[in-house]
């Protein structure tokens, strides 16, 4: 890419990040995805941002399927293209009207898949890896992560968020997550799960600051997800699970299992942080059997 098409995308990722406080994954996302369309504009004949055509966009588009990208990353890519051309149009250096001709791929809507309520309580054991040659501390902290999934509905990134100073122990009933789009909210937290942590922290072998995260590797540093991940990817085969059965379906298992005992549907949304209902209804697909039920026994006619 030349030194010209890399300053207004060097501007584009400054206002990302400074002015629509976007994330530093979602920046580096777009970064990678505007960079490869300017890329390929560079190669095409007659392409040029300030003229840019919807034919220049739908080559771009067919070239990535070509090269066997799937709907969602295309979605995606097409997303940071719109705000980029968008961002350079405010700035009158390019003109973005080619996109309202342009549609986004279709994306078949797939279900969560949830793991039954006795795989999730074996997941969240210990010494359902009683078998494995790691220290018990190991074991401990690894149940509290998932714990803190399926228990309280956590995503792994805000479980692994958790300090010394907010943990959940004690008579400390609930926490505070801080969310996608840094939205805050309340989790209450049962005592199966604080006791998991408590029994992790008596274990674990480091020395926490108020301010430390509690989730360590084994050599003391921050918990990365990919541990996590790993460690259910052991669990899986002792218990014989599918693949589908990952640390964030056991999120989704959190909220299909208090649908099915009648939860209220607004209240699964505050707890999962969902900013729309809408979000939070794919749920009642994977529990139709259920909502049957409270039709038919709440309903006049029933």
């Not at 604080?194 to 922290?201: G, N, Q």
């Not at 301010?211 to 541990?227: H, T, V, Y």
Request: aromatic content about 4%.
């Amino acid at each position: 890419m030349s030194a010209s098409a890399s300053r207004p995308l060097e501007r584009f990722l400054r206002h990302l990040a400074a002015e629509r406080r976007a994330s530093p994954k979602t920046v580096e996302a777009y970064g990678r995805d505007v960079a490869q369309f300017l890329g390929f504009l560079a190669n095409r004949s007659g392409a040029r941002l300030a003229k840019l055509q919807a034919a220049d966009i739908r080559a771009f588009m067919g070239a990535r399927r070509e090269a066997g990208v799937g709907s969602r990353t295309l979605m995606r890519q097409l997303a940071a293209i719109r705000a980029f051309l968008r961002f350079l149009e405010r700035e009158g250096e390019a003109d973005a009207s080619a996109l309202s001709l342009i549609r986004g791929p279709k994306i078949a809507k797939g279900l969560p898949k949830p793991v039954a309520t006795s795989a999730a309580k074996a997941l969240i054991d210990p010494a359902t890896r009683a078998g494995e040659e790691r220290e018990p501390w190991i074991f401990a902290r690894d149940a509290a992560v998932l714990a803190l999934c399926y228990g309280a509905g956590l995503r792994i990134s805000e479980a692994l968020g958790v300090t010394k100073r907010n943990a959940p122990i004690g008579n400390r009933d609930s926490l505070t997550v801080v969310g996608k789009g840094n939205k805050t909210r309340m989790v209450p937290i049962i005592m199966p799960v604080r006791r998991a942590i408590e029994d992790y922290l008596a274990q674990c072998p480091y020395a926490l600051k108020e301010d430390d995260l509690i989730f360590r590797g084994a050599k003391g540093g921050p918990l990365s997800p990919r541990i996590v991940q790993l460690a259910m990817q052991h669990l899986r085969g002792a218990l014989g699970l599918p693949e589908t059965a990952t640390p964030h379906a056991l999120r989704h298992s959190f909220a299909t299992h208090l649908l099915a005992k009648g939860g209220d549907l607004r209240a699964i949304q505050e707890l999962l942080g969902h900013a729309s209902l809408s979000t939070t209804q794919i749920y009642t697909a994977i529990d139709r059997e259920h909502l049957l039920r409270v039709v038919e026994s709440a309903h006049p006619r029933g």
